[in-house]
Every structure is written in structure tokens, then in C-alpha cells.
């Protein structure tokens, strides 16, 4: 399982504008999006032309930010499911607490960082083997659980090809499901195309 999550201290409302905004910054305009225009594989776009985003309604703290995980390679300025100058813009614009979460579990990799006010403040990586493994949980493999557990980061683990929507389809052999993602009616899905 591997996903990637910007979760914001601010309202859904504002995380929508200021997402927005920056996208707008990189020469990406809002677009519609239909099922029929949607991708069905996974690498079949480029994030050149092309940026897929699901923001979550605020829950507790935090408005999550889940982007599409699965474009093409070929031209890709960045690595990772998570975008880095995105999670600075929303905590330098938004003057609120930001974190970006990375995993690739069937790889033993995590990453996190905090931001505050644009700055990275926290942030950590790890990557093991199988043979590193240990079930002590003060072994820094847990470094990353005992965040979650504390910040209490809502449908965490929830990739953007799992969540249903009237804009979107299937993606491949990814399940769309309704059951486990809290407030999914509160959803709002984005689209950015790349303007010309």
C-alpha cells in the first residue's frame, strides 16, 4: 500500500481557495471533469497538463488534500505522491499548520513533514528491509504511528482513486468504496489543466 496526504489547521473553504491560487501561480486553470474524460489507468496523465485533486471537508483540525497518485513518469519534475511546494504554499498562505505524509509500505519507507508559515519545522524519513524490521515500538519505524495517533489525521491510508464521486471513475483494478471515508458527501473534487 502506498498513499500520500496534505492534511491543513484551516477550513475546507479556504485550503480550496488557496489550492486554487497556487495552481493558478503554476499556469494551471480550473477545469470540469467528467467520468468520460477521467482517467481509467493508472500513467496514462501527465501532471504537466493535467492535476486531479479530492479535498476533504475539516475534520477535528485538519482539511485533507488527497491528490491523484499515478502519473506518468516521463516528464515528472517531482518524486512522491505529495507535493512539496503545494504543502509550503497552504501553510505560508493559509499561516496554518501543514503536514505532507508519504508511505510506501511494501517498500518500508515513510516520510513527514510539519510546516508553519511556509517553513518546514519537523520532518523525518525511514526506510527498511525486512531483515530491519522490529516490533519494539520505540524503534523508529513507529516514528510516523505515534504522529498519527497524536494529530489524530483523518481517512488516513484513503488513496484519491478510492473515493467515489460524480466526476470521477474507476482506476483500473483500484477500488472505489464509500465505506470507511468519513464525511464523504463533504468532498469537493478538483481539476486544473494546464493553460495554454
Given amino acids: 500500500m502506498g498513499f500520500g496526504?496534505?492534511?491543513v489547521d484551516a477550513p475546507q473553504e479556504a485550503v480550496l481557495e488557496a489550492l486554487d491560487a497556487?495552481?493558478?501561480?503554476?499556469?494551471?486553470?480550473?477545469?470540469?471533469?467528467?467520468p468520460a474524460e477521467h482517467p481509467k489507468r493508472t500513467k496514462e496523465v501527465d501532471e504537466a497538463k493535467l492535476r486531479l485533486f479530492w479535498i476533504a471537508p475539516r475534520l477535528g483540525r485538519w482539511t485533507g488534500?488527497?491528490?491523484?497518485?499515478?502519473?506518468?513518469?516521463e516528464s515528472r519534475p517531482r518524486w512522491g505522491y505529495t507535493d512539496?511546494?503545494?504543502a509550503i504554499a497552504l501553510s505560508r498562505d493559509l499561516k496554518a499548520e501543514t503536514w505532507r505524509l508519504e508511505i510506501v509500505d511494501?517498500?518500508?519507507?515513510?516520510?513527514?513533514a510539519r510546516y508553519a508559515n511556509g517553513t518546514e519545522t519537523e520532518g523525518s524519513a525511514y526506510h527498511d528491509t525486512p531483515a530491519d524490521r522490529s516490533l519494539d515500538p520505540n524503534h523508529k519505524r513507529y516514528a510516523l504511528n505515534k504522529i498519527v495517533d497524536r494529530e489524530k489525521f483523518p481517512n488516513l491510508?484513503?488513496?484519491?482513486e478510492n473515493i467515489p464521486g460524480p466526476q470521477v471513475r474507476p482506476?483500473?483494478?483500484?477500488?472505489?468504496?464509500?465505506?470507511?471515508?468519513?464525511?464523504?458527501?463533504?468532498f469537493v473534487h478538483r481539476a486544473y489543466g494546464a493553460s495554454t
Avoid at 511494501?106 to 513527514?112: E, M, V
Avoid at 482506476?171 to 463533504?186: D, M
Fill in 5 to 7: 496526504h496534505i492534511y
Fill in 22 to 34: 497556487h495552481l493558478k501561480s503554476k499556469s494551471f486553470a480550473r477545469r470540469e471533469m467528467t
Fill in 65 to 73: 488534500v488527497f491528490e491523484f497518485r499515478f502519473y506518468s513518469n
Fill in 84 to 86: 512539496e511546494e503545494l
Fill in 106 to 112: 511494501q517498500a518500508g519507507f515513510w516520510l513527514y
Fill in 157 to 160: 491510508g484513503v488513496g484519491y
Fill in 171 to 186: 482506476i483500473e483494478a483500484i477500488s472505489q468504496k464509500a465505506a470507511g471515508i468519513e464525511s464523504l458527501g463533504g
